[in-house]
């Protein structure tokens, strides 16, 4: 009988220990430790780039006419929205010693971006179709600017400029 | 009940065909599961199988095999302290029973027809969860199923229980494969004729004790015989 | 020629009704970031789900007893009630996403804030499970989803190269800038989308709804085998289109918007607004036959009267069971979860659950008590005992993986 107990009692450890593993999962936890940081950042930066590359994409397609309004605005909304999560991320996490410098240029980039794409959805409530083109050059320009960033970050960070 | 179509005319295994079918009403509505059988102990020794039990106070002494379902059938328990009948399953009596195929077919309607009528009798359940040892008291196993067998005895009909599937393991999670060695897919019947290779038929008479208090069944291992479908080739 | 009316409906139903948030998600998330590369996994689930569906339809055929009822027969009531919890859990956790699905589809077209809609949507599905015809509510949103045509459609318009499309489909390997792990584990999120355990379960319910018997075998198995691998072929469709528009500059897809861009930017504000009604309409089928799933699972499990082919104060138990999970999915929704990352765990919980459904399935389809002569066939057996080892192991590796790779981040 003790043997049956203690079975269960295992079986209740293991499953408390997937449980938990699996709410980790989809938390990413915020560790300091150098790599960690510079693998969150990327995911972070690879998602702004791509909020900020959809809704330039979606601008481009409403100047081709082939999308309507309430669309692109919720199009637009979701990338704010992506963009706002993308910014929470990796601004939560504490960057170590070596990463301080990207942490500054990874926040400031994805902050402006943010800003960029706030922008552009403000203009498409308002039906601003006249500044479309120009903002979805900017977010393109923004949308580069994140990608070498990303690819920047691939790397370990150098030590002395 | 004698029917080409109608396993209960015949001899059957009952966890493998009676036990957790669902119960069919005359009109085809469903009634319920059967969650236990109600067996009693005749005026002429035979145990055999009176009526269908149903109900919560019938399925959850069903997962009392091991120490969580225990815990969580004297928690139902607790829960319901204040009722007097808390224990007492809902019953269909075995006449209300028309046929059965793929299901129970009840001759009756449904409505009305779960009564609470006091417990009587034992349960399949107490046998599937007793122990078997062999005379000296050693562990052979557990009972996997009790092998029923239509009987016409004046002045009507019964089903009268005529032996037990003995092995190791639980009872329910067979499938059939250790009775009927030609059943697919070839995989799943290898690795499950494997897993229960030790099982082995006994039948009634021939068990040495079944203690239903104590929960155990003595049998003298010369008594195992192999282990066939029910009714030979039957279908 | 009535006859081949109710075989062609049944098939375009099929066709349309295949599709599900599931899919529209993991397919364009997939095609985006791999390309066709995983697209043999799509092609690999569909020959899956057309197996288990066939045997669950026979079995429903013949015995007139449904999934959940053979759960309990032959696992036992203890195996069976960890079953059924699983396999609710999971219902539940598609139910959440598909309701989310439906109020994101209508946000797209509306602009109005998918929270608002959901409880609005909730409520349609809980109408249509409560009043609707069985037939009717299949049929109904069974074509209308045939509407994702647009994106087969569509990938043609967008002119791929499809030399290149076929070597990804035939080669099995990656794209350089992804890790293996990352792979396989949309290649197990892949596979629980295209092989859903409710699928089953409302198939072979759906099965004794609509009264099948011997003679509806034909009819059920063309539906199967015709209907269900061209609806994966829209599956493909949205991934290889999404190859296309996001493949190139390099973005990742997150939201259901990003799903519908291919389209109009194929086909333009018409392709747009076709894939809308197809994502409505997907989402809503699926949202109802979710629904139904776990309505049908307790009430299989406990023996009680279940189905929209009797009266609803006969079966008033399990349209209890359906409110009550309408409300809750409801709730779980307006905790403003995003209904994508609701959509990521289920598949991937989906494919976790497979064996508790497919196991007792093949087993059955095997008995001579319940199948008389419609036992299965040689190729069945091989088929689905090949199927029973592959779904063990994505079970297995799911969490793992899951886990490992931060959920394909």
Known sequence: MTGRAGGWRRAAVAVSALVSLTGTAACAPGTPDGDSWRIDAQRA????????????????????????????????????????????????????QAERERYDTVTGQIDEAAGLVATARIAVVDRESDRYAALADRLAAAADALQKLEDDLQHPPRTGG | MSDQDNRLSGALDAVLHLLDRQVV???????????????????????????????SAALVPRYADDGLGRRLHALWRRLGTQQADRDDPYRIDLELVHRLRSGVE???????????????????????????????????????????????????????????????????????????????????????????RHSAFVALEDLDDLD???????????????????????? | MKKFFAVALGILTAIGGFVDIGDLVTNAQVGARFGLSLGWVVLFGIVGICVFAEMSGRVAAISGRATFDIVRERLGPRVGMANLLASMAVTLLTFVAEIGGVALALQLVSSVNYLLIAPFVAFIVWLILWRARFSVMENVLGLCGLTLIVFAVGLWQLGPDWGSFTHQLVVVDKPGDEQWRTWAYYAVALFGAAMTPYEVFFFSSGGVEERWTTEDLGVMRANVFIGFPLGGLLSLAIAGSAAMVFGPIDASVDTLGQVGLPAAVALGKIGLAVALVGFVAATLGAACECGLSVGYSIAQYRGWQWGKYVRTQVAARFHLVLALS???????????????????????????????TYFPILVVANDPDYMGEHVNGRLANVLGSIYLVVIGVAALVAIPLMVVTRMGA
Request: charged letters at 25%; proline letters at 4%; aromatic letters at 4%.
């Open chain 1, 45 to 96: 930066v690879s998602d702004a780039s791509s909020a900020v590359l959809t809704a330039e994409l979606a601008l481009r397609q409403n100047d081709h006419g082939r999308v309507f309004d309430h669309y692109l605005q919720t199009v637009l909304v979701e990338s704010e929205k992506g963009m706002s999560k993308a910014a929470d991320t990796i601004g939560s996490k504490q960057p170590p």
């Open chain 2, 106 to 196: 009840l001759a009756v309607g449904r409505e009305g027809v779960l009564v609470r009528q006091g417990e009587r009798g034992h349960r399949l359940n107490d046998v599937l969860q007793m122990t078997v040892q062999d005379l000296a008291g050693r562990r052979l196993g557990r009972v996997l199923d009790v092998r029923l067998e239509h009987e016409t005895v004046d002045p009507g009909e019964r089903i009268r229980v005529t032996g037990l599937v003995v092995g190791h393991g639980r009872p329910g999670s067979y499938f059939g494969y250790d009775r009927r060695p030609d059943m697919g897919p070839w995989m799943v019947n290898r690795v499950v004729r494997w897993l229960h």
């Open chain 3, 326 to 356: 309408t409300v809750v999915a409801t709730m779980v929704l307006l905790t403003k979860v995003d209904p994508i990352l609701v959509t990521e765990f289920s598949v991937v919980f989906s494919a976790i659950a497979l064996p508790l």
């Open chain 2, 212 to 235: 239903w208090v104590a929960g155990i069944i003595r049998v003298d291992p010369a008594r195992l015989g192999p282990l066939e479908a029910a009714g030979g080739s039957g279908g």
């Open chain 2, 25 to 55: 009403d005359a009109e085809g509505l469903l009634v319920c599961k059967v969650d236990d059988l109600e067996l009693t102990v005749f005026d002429d020794g035979v145990l055999g199988v009176t009526g269908l039990l149903c109900g």
